[in-house]
C-alpha cells in the first residue's frame, strides 16, 4: 500500500525558474541509521520527559517517607506503621511455601532412588519399573517449561534463554570430548567392550546433533536446474540495477524497479540473497516501532507502577497511624519540595506534586480535627501550568481559586493571570468580566497589579478601537506607576483618533520630554523615540514644519521608526521648497529601509520634487519602481503557491517515511529520503530572474556611461593641450585616461552578469506577500485547531464512556486505559500550548499604501511620457523647419554652382583651344628648324670641321 501510494506524488517539480545553491547538496540525504535514531528519539522524548518527572517524584516521596519512618523511631517500626508486612508479607509467604514444596519432591525422589536401589537388588523389576516411571513424572514436573511460558517474553528473558543454550550445546561438546578420550583409551587397552559402548554413545550424540540439520543428498538434476534459475534471477536482477540507475531522476520509475525487484526477492531463499549481496526485505508482518514502543512503555508504565502502588501503600499506612504533628511534618515535606521544583522552574515535576498533595492528604484534614486550605497549593498548580505556557488549562485552575477560595490573598494576581490569558487568547468577554470584577475589588488589590490590569485594559480598548475607553480606563494609572509613560503615549494615540490634535500634543510632549533617566532604557528609549515621531506628524498637519523638522531630527538613528521620521523630514522640506533636501532624505530612507512601509510613498515624493526640478529621466526611473513592484507581487504570491504545493508535497512524503520507519525498511527509506531532498533543494533554490532593465543593470549601465563621457572628455583636453603645446598636461591627461579605459574593461570583462535577483530589489513587495502567505496559513492553522480540539474533547468522551463500561480488574486493560489517558492528557497539553503560541504569533501588517502610490506614480509617469512626446514632436516642428530652410539654401547653393561650372566649363574650353593653337605652332617651329639645320648637308668637305654649327642666337627672330 505504501509503494502504491508513492505514484501520486509529482515529485520532479523543476521550473525553469530554479537555480543550483553551492551550499545545499542534494546528494547528502540523511542516512537511515541517524534517521530512525532522531524518529525514536523523537517517538519517545515526551514519554521520557514525563516518567523522569514521574520517577523524581517517586524518589522525593520516598525520602520523605524515610525520614518521616526515621523520626517515628524504634516504636514506630516496632508497630510497623508504614505496613511493611502487608506489602512483604505475601511476598515471603509464597516463597516460603514454594521452598517447601520443592523441597517435599526432592525428598521423594531421594526416597524413591533408594527403594529403585532396594528393588534392583531384590531383582523385582515390576516395582522398579513402577518406581521408575514415578521418578519420570516427578523429574518432568520440576524440569517442566511451561511456567516460563507465563513470563513477558522479555529482552533478559530470551538472553537466559540463550544462555541455557548455550549451557547445554558446551555439556554436549564436553561429554563427546571425555568420549573421545574414552575411545582412545579403549584402544590402547584392547578393550572391545568398552570400545563397543563408547562407539554407541557417539552416535546417540551425533544422531541428537544430527537432527537439527537435513544432511540427505539432493538429486544433481534438481540441483543443475535450482542453478540454471538462480542465473536466470541474477540476470535479471543485474537488468534491474541498470534500469534503476538510469530511471533514478523520478521517484515513480525508483518505486518500479524497487516492486519488481521485491517481488522477485521475495519467492528467493534468505541465504541465496545474502549470497547475491541484497538486503533482507523488510517482513511487512513484522511488529512496528510504535508497537515495540507501546509494549515496550506497558512494561516500563507496569514496573513503575507496582512501585509507585508498593510505596503509595506505605504513605498510606503512615498517614492512617500519624498524629497531627506527624501528619503536618508530612505535609510541609511533600509541599516544600513542590514549591522548590517550581523556584527552580521544573513546572511539571511542582505539578504533579501539587496534584499529589492534595490527593493523599486532603481525606485526613478531617480525622485531625484541621480544616483544609488549599489556596497556595491551587495557586502555584496554576502558576506552573501558566509557566508551561498552558494557558486554557491554567484559565481553569485560576477560575477554581477564585471559586473555592473568594477572598483569597492570591486573588489579585488570580485576576491579572485571567484577563492577561484571555488577551493573550483573544476571549474578550471573558477578558472584560474579569476586569469588571478586578475593577470592583480595586481596594483590596495591590496597586501594583492593579496598574498592570488597568494598562492591559487600556491597550485591549485600543486594539479594539475604542478610544474612549482608552482614555477613560489609562487615566487612572497615577504618575508614580511604571506604567505611566507606556499609557500616556496610548491615551496620545487614541486623542488622535478621536481628533481632538492638542490633548495628544500634550502627552507625546510628556513622554518626550519626560525625565526618565537614563535613556539608554530601552522600553523609555523606544517610547520616546515613537512620541517624537507622533509630535513631528502632529506639527506637520499643523503646517508648523520648523517645528516638525526638530522633532523628527531628534529621533535615534536605528530605532524602530526612525524610516518614518525621514519621511517626516522629506514631506516637510518638499513644503518648505527645500527639494534637494527632500531628495536627500528619501535617497537616505531608499539607502537603509528598502523594505520600509513608506517605499513607495517616498519614491513617489522623490519623483515629485525631480519633475519639480526638471530631471525627467531620473523621476521616471522611481516612477517606475512603483509601478514595477505590481508584477514582482504578483510573481512572488505565485511563488508562495509553488511553494504550497511543495510543502504539501513534503508533508506526505514525511507521513510515508514515517510509515517506511514503522516497519524498518531502509530500501524504501533511500527513495523517500532522496525525493525529500529533491523537494528541499528545489524549495531552497526556488529563485526568480529578472530583466536586463533592473536597478542593478541600470546602475552598471549609468557607470559605463559615464566612463565613457570621462574618456571623451580626457581625449579633448590632450587634444588641447598638444595644440597650445602643453606636453605636462597632456601627459598627465594620458594617464587619467588609461586608468579610465583599464576601469571600463573590467567592466567589458563582466559578460555573467546579465540579469539578478529583483526580490533583492523589491524586498517590500516580497515583505507584503510573505505577510499575506503567513496569514493563509495561520488561519488555516486556527481552522483545524478548532476541528481538532473538538475530535478531542470527543475523544476524551468515548474514553469515559469506555472507561466507565471496563472491567478494571483486568491488568492489561487497566494498564492500557492508563496510557490512552495519559496520551490523551499529554496531547491537550501540547495542543493548549500550541494555541496559545498560535494566538500570541503576530503577523506584521504591511500597510504600504501600493494602490494610492501605484496609481500616482502612473499618473506621474503619463504626465512624464505625455511631457516627452510634446517635447519630441515641438523638436521634430523645428528639425522639419529647419530641413526646409536647409532646403532652399542648399537649392540656390545649386544653382550658383551650376553657373560657376557653366562658366569654368567655358573657360576651359577656351583654354584648351589656345593650347591647343600654341601646340600647332610650336610643331610647325621645330618641324622648320629641322628643315632649316638638319634637311639639307652645307659641309664642304666629307671631314668635319672643328667648327660649330648654325645656332639661332636671337628668339625674336624666329617669331613670325
Not at 168 to 182: A, H, I, N, T, W
Not at 453 to 461: E, S
Not at 686 to 693: A, E, H, I, L, T
Request: hydrophobic fraction near 40%; include cysteine; proline fraction near 2%.
Amino acid at each position: 500500500m505504501l509503494i502504491s501510494g508513492l505514484y501520486f506524488i509529482p515529485i520532479l517539480v523543476s521550473p525553469a525558474t530554479a537555480q543550483e545553491s553551492g551550499v545545499f547538496d542534494k546528494q547528502k540525504t540523511v542516512r537511515y541509521n541517524e534517521r530512525l535514531k532522531f524518529y525514536l528519539d523523537q517517538k519517545t522524548k515526551t514519554y521520557l520527559v514525563e516518567t523522569a518527572a514521574q520517577e523524581r517524584l517517586l524518589l522525593e516521596n520516598i525520602k520523605n517517607l524515610y525520614t518521616e519512618i526515621k523520626q517515628r523511631g524504634l516504636e514506630g517500626i516496632a508497630k510497623d506503621h508504614a505496613g511493611f508486612a502487608q506489602i512483604y508479607g505475601d511476598m515471603d509467604r509464597m516463597v516460603n511455601d514454594y521452598t517447601a514444596e520443592l523441597d517435599a519432591i526432592l525428598a521423594m525422589l531421594d526416597e524413591i532412588q533408594a527403594l529403585s536401589k532396594t528393588l534392583r537388588t531384590e531383582n523385582r523389576n515390576e516395582l522398579l519399573e513402577q518406581f521408575s516411571d514415578l521418578r519420570d513424572r516427578l523429574m518432568a514436573v520440576v524440569e517442566s517449561r511451561e511456567i516460563y511460558k507465563k513470563n513477558l517474553p522479555t529482552t533478559d528473558y530470551k538472553a537466559g534463554l540463550v544462555r541455557e543454550y548455550d549451557v547445554e550445546v558446551d555439556s554436549v561438546l564436553r561429554m563427546y570430548e571425555r568420549l573421545e578420550r574414552f575411545e582412545r583409551a579403549a584402544v590402547a587397552r584392547r578393550d572391545s567392550s568398552a570400545l563397543q559402548i563408547v562407539k554407541q554413545q557417539k552416535e546417540k550424540i551425533q544422531a541428537i546433533v544430527a537432527k537439527m540439520y537435513d544432511v540427505t543428498q539432493d538429486d544433481p538434476a534438481f540441483a543443475e536446474a535450482y542453478l540454471n534459475e538462480v542465473e536466470q534471477l541474477t540476470k535479471v536482477l543485474q537488468q534491474l540495477d541498470k534500469l534503476d540507475q538510469r530511471k533514478a531522476q523520478t521517484l515513480t520509475g525508483a518505486l518500479d524497479v524497487e516492486a519488481e525487484r521485491r517481488g522477485i526477492l521475495s519467492k528467493l531463499d534468505k541465504n541465496l540473497i545474502d549470497l547475491l549481496g541484497y538486503s533482507e526485505q523488510p517482513d511487512t508482518a513484522a511488529i512496528t516501532l510504535e508497537k515495540a514502543f507501546q509494549e515496550w512503555r506497558a512494561g516500563r508504565h507496569t514496573a513503575f507502577e507496582v512501585k509507585r502502588t508498593q510505596y503509595a501503600i506505605l504513605k498510606k499506612n503512615l498517614l492512617q497511624t500519624a498524629e497531627t504533628r506527624s501528619f503536618l511534618r508530612m505535609l510541609n515535606r511533600d509541599l516544600s519540595d513542590a514549591l522548590l521544583n517550581y523556584a527552580a522552574e521544573r513546572y511539571l515535576l511542582a505539578d504533579l506534586q501539587f496534584q499529589a498533595a492534595r490527593r493523599d492528604y486532603d481525606p485526613y484534614f478531617a480525622r485531625h480535627g484541621i480544616s483544609p486550605n488549599w489556596e497556595a497549593v491551587i495557586f502555584y498548580r496554576a502558576e506552573s501550568l501558566y509557566g508551561r505556557a498552558i494557558f486554557p488549562e491554567a484559565y481553569k485552575i485560576y477560575e477554581q481559586l477564585l471559586h473555592e477560595y473568594p477572598a483569597s490573598k492570591f486573588r489579585g494576581m488570580a485576576l491579572l493571570r485571567l484577563i492577561s490569558i484571555a488577551q493573550t487568547l483573544k476571549w474578550q468577554d471573558q477578558f472584560f468580566v474579569y476586569y469588571q470584577k478586578m475593577d470592583s475589588l480595586s481596594a483590596s488589590i495591590e496597586p501594583r497589579i492593579l496598574e498592570r490590569g488597568r494598562y492591559l485594559a487600556g491597550y485591549y480598548h485600543l486594539a479594539l478601537d475604542r478610544f474612549n475607553a482608552v482614555e477613560a480606563e489609562l487615566s487612572r494609572i497615577p504618575a508614580s506607576s511604571r506604567y505611566h509613560l507606556a499609557a500616556r503615549y496610548l491615551r496620545g494615540i487614541a486623542q488622535v483618533n478621536l481628533g481632538n490634535a492638542s490633548a495628544a500634543l500634550s502627552h507625546f510632549d510628556a513622554v518626550a520630554n519626560a525625565e526618565t533617566l537614563p535613556w539608554s532604557t530601552a522600553f523609555n528609549t523606544l517610547l520616546r523615540n515613537n512620541a517624537l515621531v507622533k509630535l513631528g506628524f502632529l506639527y506637520y498637519e499643523r503646517a508648523d514644519y520648523a517645528t516638525a523638522v526638530n522633532y523628527f531630527e531628534q529621533v535615534s538613528k536605528g530605532s524602530e521608526h526612525y524610516d518614518q521620521s525621514l519621511l517626516g523630514l522629506a514631506w516637510t522640506q518638499m513644503k518648505q521648497g527645500n527639494l534637494e533636501s527632500s531628495i536627500a532624505q528619501t535617497d537616505a530612507l531608499l539607502g537603509n529601509y528598502l523594505a520600509s512601509n513608506y517605499t513607495y510613498e517616498a519614491l513617489a515624493l522623490s519623483a515629485h520634487c525631480k519633475r519639480l526640478l526638471e530631471r525627467p529621466a531620473s523621476a521616471m526611473k522611481d516612477f517606475r519602481y512603483v509601478t514595477n513592484a505590481r508584477g514582482v507581487l504578483d510573481v512572488t504570491s505565485e511563488y508562495n503557491e509553488e511553494r504550497r504545493l511543495i510543502v504539501a508535497q513534503l508533508t506526505e512524503l514525511d507521513q510515508m517515511e514515517q510509515q517506511v520507519l514503522e516497519r524498518q525498511d531502509k530500501p524504501l527509506y533511500e527513495l523517500i529520503a532522496q525525493a525529500k531532498q529533491n523537494l528541499q533543494a528545489i524549495l531552497l533554490n526556488f529563485n526568480y530572474r529578472g530583466p536586463k532593465g533592473n536597478l542593478l543593470m541600470d546602475e552598471f549601465a549609468d557607470e559605463r556611461q559615464s566612463m565613457y563621457v570621462q574618456i571623451r572628455y580626457f581625449d579633448r583636453v590632450i587634444a588641447e593641450a598638444q595644440k597650445t603645446g602643453q606636453l605636462e598636461v597632456a601627459k598627465e591627461a594620458v594617464q587619467q585616461r588609461n586608468r579610465v579605459v583599464k576601469a571600463l574593461e573590467t567592466y567589458q570583462a563582466d559578460r555573467a552578469v546579465q540579469a539578478v535577483n529583483y526580490w533583492v530589489e523589491y524586498p517590500l513587495a516580497v515583505k507584503e506577500s510573505g505577510a499575506a502567505y503567513r496569514k493563509q496559513i495561520v488561519d488555516s492553522l486556527m481552522v483545524e485547531m478548532e476541528s481538532e480540539q473538538t475530535r478531542l474533547q470527543e475523544s476524551v468522551a468515548q474514553f469515559q464512556s469506555l472507561l466507565a463500561r471496563s472491567d478494571r480488574n483486568k491488568v492489561e486493560l487497566a494498564t492500557n486505559f492508563e496510557i490512552l489517558q495519559q496520551d490523551l492528557t499529554d496531547l491537550k497539553y501540547r495542543m493548549d500550548r500550541f494555541q496559545t503560541w498560535l494566538n500570541s504569533y503576530d503577523i506584521e501588517e504591511v500597510q504600504s499604501d501600493f494602490d494610492q502610490w501605484a496609481d500616482f506614480s502612473g499618473f506621474g509617469l503619463s504626465d512624464l511620457t505625455f511631457q516627452e512626446m510634446e517635447r519630441r514632436e515641438h523638436k521634430i516642428e523645428l528639425q522639419a523647419s529647419n530641413l526646409a530652410s536647409i532646403d532652399g539654401i542648399l537649392r540656390d547653393r545649386q544653382a550658383s554652382l551650376q553657373m560657376r561650372l557653366k562658366r569654368f566649363d567655358e573657360e576651359m574650353h577656351r583654354i584648351e583651344e589656345e593650347l591647343l593653337e600654341e601646340q600647332v605652332r610650336l610643331d610647325k617651329l621645330e618641324h622648320q628648324k629641322y628643315f632649316d639645320f638638319f634637311y639639307f648637308d652645307t659641309s664642304e668637305s666629307e671631314t668635319l670641321r672643328n667648327t660649330p654649327a648654325k645656332t639661332v642666337t636671337t628668339p625674336e627672330k624666329l617669331t613670325p
